[in-house]
Nanobody, 129 residues
Framework: QVRLQESGPGLVKPSQTLSLSCSAS??????????WIWIRQTPGKGLEWMGA???????VYKPSLASRISISRDTSRNQFTLHMNSVTPEDTGVYYC?????????????????????WGKGTLVTVSS
């Protein structure tokens, strides 16, 4: 059973870059056909799928966020990291990492915990000066 744990700053100033890491234990992020995802929940909005990195290191992003985010990984540490630049107060919310098997990339990425095999506890990020 893979356990996911998010980590990163709880407070970020507007216009700065946010970096959040997700550490996986109990299994490898390079396991074939597993995708590792970032999802967030911002005030007044539902869960929003942001992007994913695959077992082989390929990435895919939500188009509306693609200009501001990237996802990288460190296989030696078994973790993957979300980078988001030019943050605004609208980026305030709880950020979750998740993982599951996809034999083929979905047309619509799932957003809810029950749709993922692995789901982190989430970390609150506040964007404020």
């Amino acid at each position: 059973q893979v356990r996911l744990q998010e980590s990163g700053p709880g407070l970020v100033k507007p216009s700065q870059t946010l970096s959040l890491s997700c550490s996986a234990s109990g299994g490898s992020i390079t396991t074939n056909y597993y995708y590792w995802i970032w999802i967030r929940q911002t005030p007044g909005k539902g869960l929003e799928w942001m992007g994913a990195i695959s077992y082989s290191g390929g990435t895919v992003y939500k188009p509306s966020l693609a200009s501001r985010i990237s996802i990288s990984r460190d296989t030696s540490r078994n973790q993957f990291t979300l980078h988001m630049n030019s943050v605004t107060p609208e980026d305030t919310g709880v950020y979750y990492c998740a993982g599951r098997y996809f034999r083929q990339l979905p047309e619509n990425w799932p957003t809810h915990p029950h749709e993922y095999k692995y789901w982190g506890k989430g970390t609150l990020v506040t964007v404020s000066s």
